[in-house]
């Protein structure tokens, strides 16, 4: 396109008009992201929320087993849940798990990794040390603490040794030791690859930060907990959310391994309690009955420690 213009004599020029801009790519890249999306959701939707809806629906059935017949059972299983003396054991002993496992764990690995995070001498082999026990499998893990606690293992052993017999039991097989052996199992699992977290999350804030708390006369245990600890606060509930899920729905295979949520059913948590109603006593419509309330735990779970922490996302 062209453009008349006129100049002092009258005469008119034509001079060329300014290019029209080029059409707005918005719509269209926003389309193509949609696209790109929709592998991801449809996998959600199909093995994330498929699932989940699937155990609500399962806690309505009469369901004896994978092969057997189906019928509506209503009310029947929340019933049979709540007047089993089981459930509310399990429900007990998830509670002092979590109670006992959580707060130790989170304390515990911060200070070890406010530690790391100073690079003492040694640091880069101690980050590697720190990860060995979540390289290890779950049945290595369970039967080195089978070896430690069983009644001829080095816990015995060594009490033994010093003379201190009369102290030794059969801590698996104790009613009052055995979920203790499963808490202890469960720090020693989370603790090193939480502190190496922690470690690398505290080696990402300036160091201008410890530098000023240091001439401020700040020691490291308060710059630890007054300096540092409210600059990482969301990691700090990022990683108290991530262990919480792990210790409430990844306790059935340490129970499963090393007491069969015996003896009797001291050891029992909700979780192993899912599987044992569903693999074991063939019973999908308890079982996902369970499910449903431990998925109802692990719910408000998290919103408390949002809360606590003060999650802004």
Known sequence: MTMLSSTQDGASVRRPSPPSPPPAAGPRRKQGGVILAVPALVWYLVFMVGPLVAIFVI????????LQPISYAGLDNVRAVVDDPVFWE??????????????????GAYMLGYYVAQNPPGHRVLRYLLFIPGLVSTPAKAM??????SPDG??????DTVGLSSLTDAWLASPSTALLCLVLL??????????????????????????????????HWRAMWRIHFPVIRDFVGV????????TLFGSAQ?????????????STTLSFLVYQKAFI????????????VLFLVGLAGLLTIRRVFRQNY
């Open 144 to 149: 080195v603490f089978y070896a430690v606690l």
């Open 239 to 246: 990683v108290t959310m991530l262990q919480f899920l792990w």
């Open 254 to 266: 340490n129970v499963l391994l090393l007491t069969q949520g015996g003896p009797g059913s001291s």
């Open 186 to 219: 469960d720090v020693w699992s989370g603790i090193g690859f939480t502190a190496v977290l922690f470690a690398a999350r505290l080696g990402s804030v300036p160091a201008e930060v410890g530098e000023a708390a240091q001439l401020d006369g700040a020691g």
């Open 90 to 107: 399990s429900v007990r002993n998830t509670a002092v798990q979590l109670v006992l496992a959580l707060p130790v764990m989170i304390v």
């Open 154 to 159: 080095l816990v015995n052993g060594a009490l």
């Open 281 to 292: 006593a063939a019973d999908l419509g308890y079982s996902q009955t369970v499910g449903v």
């Open 59 to 66: 806690a309505a059935l009469h369901w004896p087993g994978m």
